[in-house]
């Protein structure tokens, strides 16, 4: 018979024990920021109805972005992001929610797409939103970025410093109607600021010309990536609006210890769900990562659920994808996570058995993390061997002697001392540690 | 516009955030023991090869089980249960792991079929195995069963104590060969003991019936439910060996300090996979609930993707069937998991905003899990609801005077008292209890 491949598919992570242990480290500590800042942890489904997943029809081209299947007469598929679930969540539960209502999710997305380099068809994101009904200050938007900030913060030892760009999308709503531009000009110009950083001034300056065909108003949103947006006051009362927001926002920002904020107007987020401030961050250290984690306010959350108002600020980390990535350039030093247990019980010998396990017993029993090697009748090297390839920090080797004297021999692994203690000063000694 | 569905779909759970919380605390408390059983979590893709999901092919049959997609010419799938997946992992892995290997998985199960109650498409289980290459003690298959119990008593203030119940294959097959069956009767009567709790005593004799019909056959298996299976003892060399295995496993549970350990014989565990002892774990105080987790040995676990030998002892625990059923039955006081903040700071008047999100980050930085009232207008009647209705232990309140004297007024949400503080004396108070 064929044997059958041991490879995940392709666009699937799958990370050995150490890598996973790592893994589980960050995601604790950046989990335990948000709980301290009070966020819910919501764990909806993978699947979803189709029709809550998108709003086109045509099966064959939402097939090439998602899983999905059908079962019976309903048409389902695994989530792609955290906001439609959680839409369609509050907007299901609203009067089972306190609002304003602080929500994380750290889930699965998968995406039906080929995969690519450093795109994955299964990756983990943390999200985190508040939300409000009917109204949502703005401080709420400064809250979410500095609890990103602090969450980035807490594997600050791997990912290094971090930065925030601030863009708003009502300037560009004020300036398009100052400039007076239709709406098929809005999107399109709109669509090369979204991409302004990938396409190079050329390409900008060449889109912005067949988009307006007007040196003047081509020239003015040229001027917002030159001299910012001062020249702007006092133009229209939209604009000064949006301005006066954007100047008060980073005061705000301020106020929460939030470093490394600047405004970027060529932040733009796609054209999705955002209608207000948007955001991304970056790794100081490790630039070439792109954007670590983004997100912004949306005027309306879960309108296609709701005829309640929902305004949410979100944000998500891309936590796998950055991840992996830290770890394939060997910015995480793995070593540190190469220690499964504390100690290793090692049983020389069937006849000494009942006394190794009742070690094992009591060494769990306080918490100590203990494995015990229980084919009693392999020799002394195989089993010191085993502690060793597991990286157990301590041995304890229990033969004749040690059974009948109810003592253990403790076996340092990485200095190699040995010294005949109990098993309460094993407990002592790894605890205290 | 028609609104969107916001129920989930029929078999899929989802809590509200006070049950989530209770989930996530039961989770914790049990993974905690798996760690310190020195078990490595491993996290691997929901999505697999239909072709490592299973050995059928035919599709519309694996369809009414399974949830199927079809990407290129790559059939895939979501996992239905944990050791599909495990067995391609560390066959995978031969070279990075180190055997004896302890894995963990907790993680969601998917099932196609038909959502029926107490029954879900979506649920999390909590697997644990321990494998060898070549060779596995049963002694590991005791701990294994010691590492269950340990687990379930993680949370035996919501379960209660529990059982487990020992059954062996290696039994009924040396009694099969003794009673000389052939091997479409070994087949058949192993599906009526797998069967034989369910169908009742009138039902399972008129199965012996039919599949042997033979008088002394058939009351010698029967027996085996009256008399036990000492009776079998110096039958045959195959009996009393596994008859001695038996005993001598149940010695060894005692070692381990196995609670509530029987043997009974009824307990087989279906067709698949396992190959020696197999157990089920109840609920002493829900018996109700059925099977709450479940295991056995397999004597070659990876036969399907390596040439090596994996023996394998595991089990699983039905972690979202116990959870929901527990919740369902009123069985969980979610009271506990009430209060997600210890603190919400409630500002009076936006002057007073910059000082309120300083007293925010003080308590932050402290780790004192704490959310704050950002809209800084809103009277002190909706401020103080929010915080009321959060559940919050303490409101912390900014005014004019507290922000001027860089105090707080402390409200004790639970005896209504008040208190003028430091922010260093609300740190104090909250970590302090």
Redesign the interface.
């Known amino acids: 018979?064929d044997?059958?491949?041991?490879?995940?598919?392709s666009g699937?992570?799958?990370?050995?024990?150490t890598q996973?242990?790592c893994?589980?480290f960050c995601a604790a500590r950046m989990l335990n920021v948000l709980?301290?800042?009070?966020f819910?942890?919501?764990?909806?489904?993978?699947?979803?109805?189709a029709?809550?997943l998108t709003d086109k029809d045509n099966w064959d081209e939402i097939e090439t972005q998602m899983?999905?299947?059908q079962?019976g007469d309903?048409k389902?598929g695994l989530r792609y992001d955290g906001t439609v679930g959680l839409s369609?969540?509050v907007?299901?539960?609203l009067n089972?929610?306190?609002f304003?209502f602080?929500?994380s999710q750290f889930s699965?997305r998968?995406r039906?797409e080929r995969a690519q380099r450093g795109r994955y068809?299964?990756f983990y994101q943390m999200d985190m939103d508040i939300m409000?009904v009917n109204?949502?200050?703005t401080?709420?938007d400064a809250?979410i970025i500095?609890v990103i900030q602090?969450t980035l913060n807490s594997v600050s030892e791997f990912i290094g410093e971090n930065e925030v760009r601030i863009g708003s999308r009502p300037f560009w709503d004020a300036l398009f109607d100052y400039l007076e531009m239709n709406e098929e000009q809005k999107k399109q110009v709109f669509v090369l600021i979204d991409k302004k950083d990938k396409m190079g001034d050329a390409d900008f300056a060449e889109g912005l010309r067949d988009a307006l065909n007007d040196e003047n108003k081509e020239n003015q949103i040229k001027s917002v990536f030159i001299n910012g947006y001062s020249d702007f006051l006092n133009k229209s009362d939209k604009l000064d609006l949006a301005i006066s927001e954007l100047n008060e926002f980073m005061k705000?920002l301020e106020?929460?210890?939030v470093k490394n904020a600047v405004i970027d107007l060529s932040i733009a987020r796609g054209l999705a769900y955002y209608t207000g401030l948007v955001f991304e961050f970056k790794s100081l250290k490790y630039p070439e990562l792109g954007t670590v984690a983004g997100g912004g306010r949306y005027a309306d959350l879960a309108e296609?659920?709701?005829?309640t108002k929902i305004i949410g600020v979100g944000a998500a980390i891309g936590f796998s994808r950055i991840f992996v990535a830290l770890m394939e350039a060997g910015a995480i030093d793995l070593s540190q996570f190469e220690t499964?247990?504390d100690v290793a019980v090692l049983c020389m010998g069937k006849e000494n058995?009942?006394y190794a396990?009742?070690v094992l017993?009591m060494l769990?029993d306080a918490?100590?993390?203990?494995?015990?090697?229980?084919?009693?009748d392999k020799k002394f090297k195989n089993q010191i061997e085993?502690s060793d390839?597991?990286n157990a920090k301590y041995s304890v080797i229990i033969g004749e002697d040690e059974a009948k004297n109810q003592v253990v021999t403790l076996k340092n692994m990485l200095s190699g001392e040995q010294q005949t203690v109990s098993v309460a000063e094993v407990i002592k000694l790894v605890l205290g540690a």
């Open positions: 018979m044997l059958k491949p041991t490879k995940p598919l699937f992570i799958e990370l050995l024990p996973q242990r893994f589980d709980k301290t800042s009070g819910s942890m919501l764990d909806l489904p993978a699947i979803e109805r029709e809550v899983f999905l299947f079962k309903t389902m369609r969540y907007a299901g539960h089972d929610l306190v304003p602080r929500a699965k998968y039906g068809r299964e409000g109204s949502l200050s401080n709420y809250e500095s602090r705000i106020l929460f210890g296609k659920f709701s005829k499964p247990v058995l009942s396990v009742s017993n769990r918490s100590v993390a203990s494995v015990a090697y229980l084919d009693a085993y390839k597991i």
